[in-house]
Each structure stands twice: as C-alpha cells, then as structure tokens.
C-alpha cells in the first residue's frame, strides 16, 4: 500500500531561521513521482516540486531546497531563510506509475508552518 | 496559461437548495478532479474525469453530481447538502504524464 507519512503537525520558527519540512513515503512500485504542495491561507494548493524516484538529485530553487533519499524514502523540503510569507500548510504527496491521465495522488497530513517576524 | 479558475469562491446554501460549482481549465488537460478538504486535513479526492468520462467516483454521497460538459469545464452540482458537506472544494487539472496537478483557488462552502 501506498502511504505518505507526514509526522511534523505543526512548526513555529522566527523570520530567518532555517526550517526543515520531513515527508517519509511508502511504496512497492519502483517508479514513482513524489510532490510538494503549499497552501497557504487563501486555500489555493500550489505546486513546487515533482521528483522522478529515478533521479535522487538534489534540487535547489532560491531559498527552497529538496532532498531526496530513496535509502531512507524521504523527500525533505528546506526553506532557508525563512520569511512570513512562507506561513502555509504544506503537503507531500505520492504518486504510482506508469501515469494515467485521472491518476490520483497520495497526500500526507500536512505540516503547518507559522513564521513570525 | 497555467491557471484553473472557479467559481464562485465563496458559497453559502441551505439543506434544501440546489446549487453548482464551476472548474474551467485551458491548458489542454485530459483530465480534471474535485477534491473536499476540511480544515487541517489534506485534500480528499471525489471524483476525476478523464478524457471527459468519470473515471473514479470515491463512493461520494449522491447528492454530489459531477458533470463534465468539454474538456475544459467541471462541475459539480449539489442538492440537499448536511452541514458536514461544509468545506473547501478544489478542482485540478492534470495533463498525465507525471501527475503534476494544478489547483484551483477553491470554492469555500458553507451548508446552514
């Protein structure tokens, strides 16, 4: 079965500090596609990330970076430097391939990120 | 245009009212979903159209009714709703090759 394990409910740091999001995923299929998604409190989901489970590289995108172990099923979401605009509930999510156009995706709990200033 | 709208974004209707939720999406997806989401939980999946044919149907009350009319516009249309169908609902589109979806900004429903 496929599962996303999300354990962080609920994060608070203070504007600049670094935060790390953790996301642990369970899967039997060998290709799979994994994602991040921040909704902040207007509710509109926002994609970030896809990652292909056939490229563990690392992805940097400004102050956002992923890292992705296939040794541990992880795919961590660090913000660096964080800001308040970065406050949202952010979800990881699970896909199976081979991908079909109405595949469903697998989303973890969420984990709530509240930066002050 | 990487964009998919809905509307209205705010719905408020009683137990007795019939109503619908619009989706319209110009990328050129094949295939289209609604997803509830209550507060603090993740978003939970409805329905999903592919290729304009209902392709999953997650036992959804059926006073639910889904309805594609092209490949660009969702609906869902609602009748006799509980005040526990009050939340967010979200369309997305995706064009399947990854199952990279993309959100509307949501229509927040309230059932009195």
């Known amino acids: 079965a496929q599962k996303v394990t999300q354990a962080q409910t609920e994060i608070s740091v203070v504007e600049k500090e670094d935060v790390t999001l953790d996301c642990v995923y369970e899967?039997?299929?060998?290709?799979?596609?994994l994602f991040w998604y921040k909704q902040p409190p207007s509710g509109e989901l926002v994609f970030l990330i896809r990652r292909n489970s056939f490229d563990e590289q690392n992805e940097i995108s400004g102050r956002y970076s992923w890292n992705f172990q296939k040794s541990t099923s992880s795919f961590n979401f660090t913000i660096t430097a964080s800001q308040v605009v970065d406050s949202a509930v952010y979800f990881c999510a699970l896909s199976e391939a081979p991908v079909f156009p109405g595949t469903a995706l697998i989303f973890g709990k969420g984990t709530t990120l509240s930066v002050s200033s | 245009d990487t964009e998919v709208t809905q509307t209205p974004k705010h719905l408020v209707m009683g137990m007795t009212n019939k109503k619908s939720l619009k989706c319209e999406q110009h990328?050129?997806?094949?295939?289209m979903y609604w997803y509830k989401q209550k507060a603090k939980k993740p978003p939970e999946l409805m329905f999903v159209y592919s290729y304009e044919k209902l392709s999953i149907n997650e036992s959804v009350p059926s006073r639910f009714s889904p309805e594609c009319p092209n490949s660009s516009l969702l609906n869902l249309h609602l009748h006799a709703l509980q005040p526990e169908d009050s939340a967010l609902y979200l369309c997305?589109?995706?064009?399947?090759?990854?199952?990279?979806?993309?959100f509307g900004p949501g229509t927040r429903l309230t059932v009195l």
């Open positions: 899967t039997r299929d060998t290709t799979y596609y």
């Open positions: 990328m050129g997806h094949r295939a």
């Open positions: 997305a589109s995706c064009q399947g090759d990854y199952n990279e979806q993309f």
